[in-house]
């Protein structure tokens, strides 16, 4: 395995979806959504109508679109008639609020945003602030474009009358094919720009050799679509081997993953450790079968060893722990089947290189910590109008993943924490500057610090120091009332989970918060437990 064949004029849409209908499977299922079931036939014709209503709008070659969709046929068809016309999608956080949406629109230049009707609230307050969007479509369940928001397009309106046909656009294999947002240390998100040929390489290399994907498989995620993870998982992942892919838009709670499960009969099941801690907590799940699953898959965070304990012991299924990025599109680390090692992330995927090493850039020895770097063709080409960050993130064909990893003496590799103060909640990227700055414009909030702890399931969640204002006294009600507030402000997942009121913050001698010494005090206190 390794690199992966592509023409040198490429458009990933012929892959995904041309190649079914040319294997003959136009009339196979591609999508499972609620009672519907699209056809590969039915995927392509949606896919063309969407390209030609984006050309008959005026969209251009690498203009980007950007796609505020729940997991729906429409996010499908959205994200291949982008690609399929030459314009650049890109999948966005649907969790997001209303400023997070003016700074991703404003930086993309996206000059048209595809958003799900119940995600429109946060875009109606700032369109006069949007410099550069010209178009709104939006997705719902209202008939007739007389029921769109003022100033709107109805997307099934805007698409029922445009062609089936569309040939795809004379891309390269190195042109941008999409986007996707990474969250920054600063909290500021980066635009990782990915290739045509990105998507096929996760998918040779990942899908079919770790997976062994087939077109007899049905995956169901519970990551959706707009993460890298999901993204593969849900849609290019089944479309390369002309599976069935199944797409819930609703939230991933127990019960309604367990009935998708049930219902549906996926034969890949991906989720993230902390959703599945969430499906074990659950207490009755006699009604529930996943008989069907061959194998589970996780990423996003580490999953702890006693979590594979726990859902092998339940469900009898293995699950294959990685570890993927934004950057790098998909997972680049992984346990194989009947080979886990709970606990590690794996070994790595062919078509992937690994460094581990000092402060130096120095290779390390087996079995001491280091700094992992990693070498693959499916790393982003650069991030969006960050030159510096491009430079410092990506030197030459290896990428900094800004994580520390060791290897044992049998290739396994083990996470050991980040290079900086970055943390995943429920796998997705937390920046602990964000949530201080929301702290601390809650007149109670003098100063504040926010660290990752480990939960009773030894996941990472938030947690908050806080130095309370002259005159302000710590109580239960004020910690409720912080938390509500961050939820309020940023994404709700964001918000810390425990608040510890403190007289001081450990500092360096020019101020900077030593959140590490946080981090050392935490992990002495629970030994001393």
Known sequence: MGAVASPERYNASTTFVDANLEAGRGDKAAILYGDQTLTYNDVAAMMNRTGNALLKLGVQMEQRVMLLLLDSPEFVASFFGAIRMGAIPIPTNTLLRAPDYEYLLNDSRAVALIVSEPLYANIAPIREKLKWLKHVIVVGSST??????????????????ESPELAPADTARDDACFWLYSSGTTGFPKGAVHLQHDMIYCAENYAR???????????????????????????????????????????????????????????????????????????????YDLSSVRLCVSA?????????????????????????????????????????????????VPGYDARIVDEEDRELPQGEVGNLLIRGDSTCAYYWNKHAKTKETIVGEWIRTGDKYLV????????????????????????????????????????????????????????????????????????AELKTFVKDKIAAYKYPRWIEFVSELPKTATGKIQRFKLRQREAEFAKGM
Not at 312 to 324: H, Q, R, S, T
Not at 422 to 435: F, H, R, Y
Request: contains cysteine; proline residues 7%; aromatic residues 12%.
């Open 144 to 161: 007739g474009a007389q029921n769109a928001p003022a100033g709107t397009i109805q997307f099934a309106e805007w698409i029922k009358n």
């Open 209 to 287: 050799s770790v997976l062994g994907i087939n077109e007899n498989d049905r995956t169901f995620s519970v990551a959706k679509l707009f993460f890298a993870y999901g993204l593969g998982n849900g849609l290019y992942f089944p479309f390369y081997v002309g599976a069935t892919t199944v797409l819930y838009p609703g939230r991933p709670e127990p019960k309604p993953i367990y009935e998708v499960v049930t219902k549906y009969k996926p034969t890949l099941f991906f989720c993230v450790p902390t959703a599945y801690a969430g499906l074990l907590a659950a207490e009755d799940t006699s009604a």
């Open 300 to 348: 996003g965070e580490a999953l702890p060893k006693a979590l594979f304990d726990k859902w092998y012991a339940k469900w009898n299924v293995e699950i294959l722990d990685g570890i993927g990025s934004t950057e790098i599109l998909h997972i680049f680390i992984s346990n194989r089947a009947k080979e886990v090692r709970p606990g590690s992330s794996g070994k790595i």
């Open 408 to 479: 044992d003496k049998d290739g396994y590799l083990w996470y050991q924490g980040r290079s900086d103060d970055m943390l995943k909640a429920g796998g997705i990227w937390v920046s602990p500057v964000e949530v201080e700055a929301t702290l601390i414009s809650h007149p109670a909030v003098l100063e504040c610090a926010v660290i990752g702890l480990m939960d009773k399931d030894e996941l990472i969640k938030p947690k908050a120091f806080v130095i309370l204002k002259q005159g302000c006294a710590p109580s239960p009600e004020l910690e």
